[in-house]
């Protein structure tokens, strides 16, 4: 059986571009999988902590987030979300920037790492984005991550109990200690078969040609004019 | 990923399309490939381009 490219993505809940990147890499993955000889691709999210002094309930908005805790005039703020909404339509995502409640996502952290244990990540990433960027749901108390949870497979109970004794919180830290060896210092950041970064929501082009690097890497040929239009 | 990774080589801008500190990058910021001269995301708290 041929081995499986991994791809480790290390990303946030509350990070906009995570999202979209999330969507053109789903683009990609269908455009490399329509090659039949190509190997198959296994996704893991890793946690990444933009903000882990975010209280879980934030009084406010996403752009009062951005004015009190990074010092962005409320001008600046809301251009920058403006923008960042009208990308994140160009990949079919309807971002309702008005409806987000900020919080800490330590907990939705902790959730899909208990996801991943039961083979349940991918359907808990995007319950949770969905629910963060789309529906205005609340992601980091305990009640509302049990229900999201259970709508996608997990038993709510398991998350609750998980969640109150921050059971998982050490793999969190792994994570986010694995990415500071690494240098990552923003997400979302993507790491190809352990030997190539993709930083940020790049085009699905760009995931689609470092794919098939690795895949030109296994087979010991070399595609210099990749090299040439993409390393830069 | 049982092994910890070795990147031998980083694809795209680092300051393109990600998030950093919980601000993010935008179209026309400065290190996005698109910047128009004197943008940054974080203009207004006064910094700039060594900051990022």
């Known amino acids: ?232 | 990923m049982s092994d910890e990774p070795v990147i031998l080589e980083v694809f795209g801008d680092p300051d393109a399309a990600r998030c950093s500190d919980g601000v993010c990058a935008v179209p026309g910021a400065v290190g996005d490939g698109t910047a128009e001269p004197g943008v940054h995301p974080d203009a207004e708290a006064g910094a700039t381009e060594a900051d990022t």
């Open chain 1, 1 to 232: 059986m041929t081995t499986p490219i991994t791809i480790d993505i290390w990303s946030d809940i509350a990070c906009p571009w995570c999202y979209i990147g999330k969507r053109r890499l789903e683009s990609a993955l269908e455009t490399f999988g329509q090659n039949p000889g190509n190997p198959p691709v296994t996704v893991t999210y890793r946690s990444f902590e933009l903000s882990p002094d975010t209280p879980v309930d934030f009084a406010g908005s996403e752009v009062d987030f951005l004015v009190e805790h990074k010092h962005v005039s409320p001008e600046r703020a809301r251009a920058m979300l403006d923008q960042i909404t009208g990308i994140a339509k160009t990949v079919g995502l309807d971002y309702d920037v008005d409806a987000m409640q900020h919080t800490n996502t330590v907990r939705a952290h902790q959730v899909l790492h208990l996801a991943k244990a039961q083979g349940l990540q991918r359907e808990v990433k995007e319950r949770l984005l969905h629910a963060y960027f789309v529906e205005g749901r609340h992601v980091g108390r305990i009640a509302d991550l049990a229900e999201l949870g259970a709508e996608v497979g997990l038993d709510p109970a398991e998350v609750t109990r998980v969640l109150d004794a921050d059971e998982l919180i050490s793999a969190v830290h792994d994570d986010q200690d694995q990415a500071r060896r690494l240098g990552i210092d923003g997400v979302p950041f993507h790491v190809v078969d352990g030997r190539y970064g993709v930083s940020g929501a790049q085009s699905p082009e760009t995931f689609v040609q470092v794919l098939e690097q690795v895949v030109a890497d296994r087979a010991g040929t070399d595609l210099d004019d990749f090299d040439e239009e993409v390393a830069s």
